[in-house]
């Protein structure tokens, strides 16, 4: 079966900035998104279609593709965006939902 | 705007199915799809289907033999029946509406309901 590859953890300083990379094969033919979960929290919404951004999204939250690779970039991280992050796509064909693993990003 | 709420059992004995109900409010549910997703304590996201409004179904292969999405556009609702559950089903489940839909290609989530646990025990 098809499968999203994620980093299991990500760690980064203040201010600095964080990429999380998700790798797949049908990436080039497929968009894809990007959630954030807090513990205990539903997954939220943070890029869709590779690099759009929803409304109320920080800036600071953007996304690319480039082949088989997508990638989630914050700039300047602050404490609140420590969670986990979790890519989705669809398989080559279109027809079914695929989620990455899951990156936990740390926020030193 | 558009908010999601899960109802159903939080313990379900293994054999038997589990059956949740997701309330859609401040939106119709028609002209969209709507989708299940879980997650095991712990785990990582697993989605389960989607159905249109008008009732058309799309299962993922691995839970096909079992799962059942309907919808009850009278009531803004769509529900989710899974078979024969063991400890493996027990999970957070969530509703989430499926945006950006394209020639029944699945697109992003959002919103989302908050999620219900259910736990698979005897």
């Known amino acids: 079966s098809y499968e999203l590859t994620q980093p299991p953890s990500v760690s980064v300083s203040p201010g600095q900035t964080a990429r999380i990379t998700c790798s797949g094969d049908a990436l080039p033919k497929q968009y894809a998104y990007w959630y954030q979960q807090k513990p205990g929290q539903a997954p939220v919404l943070v890029i869709y279609?590779?690099?759009e951004r929803p409304s109320g999204i920080p800036e600071r939250f953007s996304g690319s593709s480039s082949g088989t690779t997508v990638t989630l970039t914050i700039s300047g991280v602050q404490a609140e965006d420590e969670a986990d992050y979790y890519c989705?796509?669809?398989?080559?064909?279109?027809?079914?939902?695929?989620f990455g693993g899951g990156t936990k990003l740390t926020v030193l | 705007q558009v908010q999601l709420q899960e109802s159903g059992p939080g313990l379900v004995k293994p054999s038997e199915t589990l059956s949740l109900t997701c309330t859609v409010s401040g939106g119709s549910i028609s002209s969209y799809y709507w989708s299940w997703i879980r997650q095991p304590p712990g785990k990582g996201l697993e989605w389960i289907g989607y159905i249109y409004y008008s009732g058309s179904t799309n299962y993922n292969p691995s839970l096909k033999s079992r799962v059942t999405i309907s919808v009850d556009t009278s009531k803004n609702q769509f529900s989710l029946k899974l078979s024969s559950v063991t400890a493996a089903d027990t999970a957070v489940y969530y509703c989430?509406?499926?945006?950006?839909?394209?020639?029944?290609?699945?697109?992003?989530?959002?919103?989302w309901g908050q999620g219900t646990l259910v736990t698979v025990s005897s």
């Open positions: 279609k590779d690099s």
């Open positions: 989430a509406r499926d945006l950006g839909v394209v020639a029944a290609t699945p697109g992003w989530f959002d919103p």
């Open positions: 989705q796509s669809a398989d080559s064909s279109g027809t079914f939902v695929v």
